[in-house]
């Protein structure tokens, strides 16, 4: 990390979940995961990826949550109104 000045990025954590937000295959965009075993490396997120620190809860659920076709349907529903 020489190129990355210092306070410009957070460094993610285990339980942490990342998911991009472009790809140069669509298949991948917002295909979430869950950082895991971390154990004390330093890991920064990457150009095109959104990290998401959950303050309450159990993170597996979340993932559980946005891997779930029938939420799609939910977020829909919610466009709409």
Same mark, same amino acid.
């Given at each position: +990390?020489? @190129?990355?000045?210092?306070? @410009?990025?957070?460094?993610?954590? =285990? ?5 991009? /937000?472009?790809? &140069? ?7 979430? +995961?869950?950082? $895991? @075993?971390? @154990?004390?490396? $330093? ?5 095109? =990826?959104?990290?998401?620190?959950? $303050? *309450?809860? /159990?993170?597996? *659920? *979340? ?8 939420? /799609?349907?939910?977020?829909? $529903?919610? &466009?709409?109104?």
């Amino acid at each position: +990390m020489p @190129n990355i000045e210092s306070g @410009n990025f957070q460094l993610l954590q =285990t339980g942490d979940i990342v998911l991009a /937000d472009a790809s &140069e295959d669509y298949k991948e965009i917002a295909e979430p +995961m869950l950082m $895991k @075993n971390i @154990n004390g490396r $330093k890991v920064v997120p990457g150009l095109h =990826t959104i990290a998401i620190r959950l $303050k *309450y809860g /159990d993170p597996v *659920y *979340y993932l559980y949550l946005f891997c779930h076709q029938a939420l /799609d349907i939910m977020f829909i $529903k919610l &466009e709409l109104v």
